[in-house]
């Protein structure tokens, strides 16, 4: 059974949205920008986040498997 299907049809109409939409995009994301609640969230400070919780202490996911593909020497690295 084909399920394949055409995305592009031939006979398809192309429909152009109006430029005023695209204005009308950007006044309402300004004014959203502008509202008071946005303005406080925007100077609520974020919470302290430890990105590294549950990071390993050697930084790989598979420390053995990065010291097989790790070059011999550190300056293998730069070249």
Do not use: C, K, Y
């Not at 031939?10 to 109006?18: G, N, R």
């Not at 939409?21 to 969230?41: E, K, Y």
């Not at 302290?48 to 690295?77: E, I, K, Y």
């Amino acid at each position: 059974m084909d399920l394949s299907f055409s995305r592009f049809e031939a006979d398809a109409t192309v429909v152009a949205l109006p430029p005023d939409l695209a204005v009308l995009m950007v006044g309402i994301a300004a004014r959203q920008a502008a509202s008071p609640t946005a303005m406080v969230q925007a100077h609520l400070s974020a919470p302290d986040v430890q990105s590294d919780r549950f990071a390993q202490a050697h930084g790989a996911f598979n420390h053995a498997v990065a010291r097989l593909l790790a070059p011999a020497t550190a300056s293998d690295w730069e070249t």
